[in-house]
């Protein structure tokens, strides 16, 4: 079972994502009270927990959540996703994968210590149907065909 562990938002684009008790997804906006909100397509931005310890193995030191500048933080997820796939989280919240990583020639403009993640392992996506989610919550991939 695939779960979440953190949801993190930030008030600035230039500053760390913080860790919150919980947040409210809005469908076609993303995350109440986060920088990226109505802003953009890449309304959520998710790192597979398995490969944030990837990096820290690599790094030698850890990354607390919110680090990388994601939103979410999910355990259990397969290696790869497919865009166009669902991802339903608790009760109400999907969100539709709509990229992964960032385009080679787009810069990414944070990093901690010198490490950013979403660029290559990262995923984005969009709020398609809104609600609260907090760590612990389910989250059930629909893979799309």
Not at 63 to 87: C, K, T
Not at 118 to 139: H, R
């Amino acid at each position: 079972m695939a779960r979440v562990l953190a949801v993190c938002v930030s008030s600035s684009r230039q500053e760390p994502k913080k860790p919150v008790v919980q947040a409210r997804f809005i469908e076609g906006k993303g995350i109440e009270g986060d920088s990226h909100f109505g802003i953009s397509s890449r309304q959520v931005s998710l790192l597979r927990y398995e490969d944030i310890k990837l990096a820290e193995k690599e790094a030698g030191f850890s990354f607390p959540p919110g680090s990388l500048a994601e939103n979410l933080v999910v355990e259990g997820l397969p290696d790869q996703i497919s865009l166009g796939s669902r991802l339903k989280i608790g009760r109400d919240v999907v969100l539709l994968v709509i990229e992964k990583g960032k385009r080679p020639d787009e810069p990414h403009t944070y990093d901690y210590r010198g490490w950013c993640l979403l660029p290559k392992v990262g995923y984005f996506l969009e709020v398609v149907g809104g609600g609260i989610v907090k760590p612990g919550d389910e989250v059930v991939l629909e893979a799309h065909c």
